[in-house]
């Protein structure tokens, strides 16, 4: 399988992009960096400006904030798979650019990507930050991984 982040111009790319998202603020269901952002907007406005995903209006489905807490359909997980060429990956070995779903409530509801140990992610009341992707909080939360295939 050929994977889009196996190119070394991509990678960089993809720091880069992630680097200018630092510090963006929270925003539910927001993706403009700099101003405001969830997590699913996020990595979704990330992916568009790769050249991964293309933007379109009703790409991102209404979801309220609480939604994962009172729900144990997996929004998120469909969205990706409909929207992404990919492939789901274990828990071991990520490269940089994979996704990772963690589970909060009761359903998968948060998304971080993955690049070099660390998982950039969007979170309520701190915004775009990274943490170590082998941290035991964010590992006991891991659902799904998924790597983007060219």
């Known amino acids: 399988m050929e994977y889009f982040f196996d190119d070394e111009e991509k990678q960089k790319e993809l720091k880069r992009i992630l680097d200018e ?24 406005r990330v992916f568009e400006e790769i050249g991964v995903l293309q ?25 990706i798979e409909k929207e992404f060429r990919c492939e789901s990956i274990g828990f071991e070995s990520f490269l940089n650019g994979d996704m990772v779903l963690l589970h909060y409530g009761k359903a998968a509801s948060h998304v971080g990507i993955f690049f070099d140990g660390h998982l950039y992610q969007a979170i309520e009341q701190v915004g775009v930050c990274r943490a170590s992707a082998h941290e035991k909080g964010l590992r006991k939360r891991m659902r799904f991984a998924y790597r983007i295939l060219k």
């Not at 998202?21 to 979704?44: E, I, N």
């Open 55 to 79: 933007w379109r209006k009703n790409l991102m489905p209404d979801y309220p904030k609480d939604w994962h807490l009172h729900n144990t359909r997996e929004l998120l997980k469909e969205m």
């Open 21 to 44: 998202w630092m510090g963006t603020p929270f925003r539910h269901q927001c993706g403009v960096k700099g101003l405001g952002s969830d997590c699913a907007y996020f990595a979704a």
